[in-house]
C-alpha cells in the first residue's frame, strides 16, 4: 500500500507540475503574440499615418506642376482621414505602450504643418493668388516641417521597439 500510494503520489505531482508548466508556456506564448501583433500594428498604423502626410504634401505640389484637380481631391480625401488614423495609433499605444507623449509632438507637427503649410498653399492655389503660392511653395519650410515630422516618427517606432525589447527581457 505504501508503494502504490508513493507511486500515486509521484504521478499526482507530475500531472500537477505538467499543468502549471503548461499554463505558464500559455501565458508567455499569449504574450508574446500580444507584442508580436502590437508591433506590427503600430508599425502599419504609424507607416500610414506618416505616409497620408507625405501624400497630403505631394498632392499639393502636384496639383501646382500639373494643375490637374485630382490631386487636391487627394489632399482633401487625406486630411479628412488623417485624425482618425492618429486616434487608431493613440488608443493602440495607450493600451500597449509607456510611451511619454511622442504622439502628442507627432500630432503637433501635424497640425502645425496643416496650419502653416498646407492649408495657406491651398488658399492660395484656390484664390489663385501666385505670389503666396510662389512664397510657399519654395519647398525650404515644407520639406523642413516634413523632415521633422518624419524625424518625430522615426524617434517614436525606435523608443516603441526599445519598449518592446525590455518589455520581452522581463519575460
Known sequence: FKI???????ILC??????VLNNQI???QEHRNSIIKYDASMRT??????RKIINMESSLHRHLITNDEKYLDKY???LMTWEAT???LNDLVQNFSTSDGQLDTIYSSINDWINNTGQPL???IIDENNEQVLSLFDGELSSTAINELQQHFTAFRNFETQD????VSIL
Open 164 to 167: 518592446i525589447q525590455e518589455n
Open 45 to 50: 498604423i504609424s507607416n500610414n499615418l506618416e
Open 86 to 88: 492618429y486616434n487608431e
Open 14 to 19: 507530475l500531472v500537477f507540475s505538467a499543468y
Open 26 to 28: 500559455t501565458n508567455l
Open 122 to 124: 491651398l488658399r492660395a
Open 76 to 78: 482633401y480625401e487625406e
Open 4 to 10: 502504490t500510494s508513493g507511486y500515486i503520489i509521484l
